[in-house]
């Protein structure tokens, strides 16, 4: 078992299975993606308080989710990077920000337009979304430490040190609509009791929200090709890898 | 077609909606388009270094 994991762990061999993954996944996530617009925008019912307007949580829920969700596999990566030495948690965890912040940025920027009509304001200072605010930082963070450090050993060390204190940010995120009740609505889904919403309205944004994270695992692993093939580009394997005609196009 | 009108007026918020359908389809355009052509260009570059028989 643990004989598997190592070698699944290896860069050639997470280099080969990504290669047969990824296709399937962006395929299963376009599937969803386009069950998930149909009933959203066209077969669920307007909402009897916000009008069509609440189509938008089809966009902003799933990826404000996802970009809590990435923080959380690019610092347990880099965790597993920094304490364990495994040089694929290092890679996972860098080809995973770029990903985390342009979701971050969606989940703020589709925010913006909801609360436009809604709030009748584009941003307000509330817990959650200046906590948003803060993981967008803590990416472009992680990002700025990568690009600026040329050593990449350092770089992922630096960068993972700095990812798993900003681990702290996710559970303020997640709670501050209840430890601060401001204008952010409070949870749909996440309750312990029945959600808050429509069967109509709930299926299309469970296909949303499955059509977003499986379309981060394809883009992850296309991602974290790049990074092996730069980190591993003077061994012997990318070497042998390289003149595949049909492979390098 | 009044319903195809209707679709797209949103009732009313067809500025917000559209817009944050359209950015979400540039996000995950680019999400898409980025890495594949840098897969594809670091592929290129290596097996130019193999051919000219530089060490590894």
Sequence with gaps: MLEGFHKFASPPHFHAISRRLSPWLFGVSAVLFACGLVGGLVLAPADYQQGDSFRIIYIHVPSAWLSMFVYMVMAGAGACGLIWKMKMGDIVARAAAPLGASFTFLALASGALWGKPMWGTWWVWDARLTSELILLFLYLGYIALQTAIEDRRAAARAGAVLAIVGVVNIPIIHYSVEWWSTLHQGATITKLDKPSIATSMLIPLLAMTLAFKTFFAAVLLVRTRCEILEFEQHTSWVRGLAPDAEFAR | ?56
């Design chain 2, 1 to 56: 077609m009044s319903t195809l009108a209707e679709f797209f007026a949103m009732g009313g918020y067809a500025t917000y909606v559209w817009s944050a359908y359209a950015l979400a389809a540039v996000v995950l355009v680019w999400n898409v388009v980025q890495p594949l052509r840098r897969e594809r260009r670091l592929l290129r570059t290596l097996t130019a270094r193999t051919k000219r028989g530089e060490p590894a």
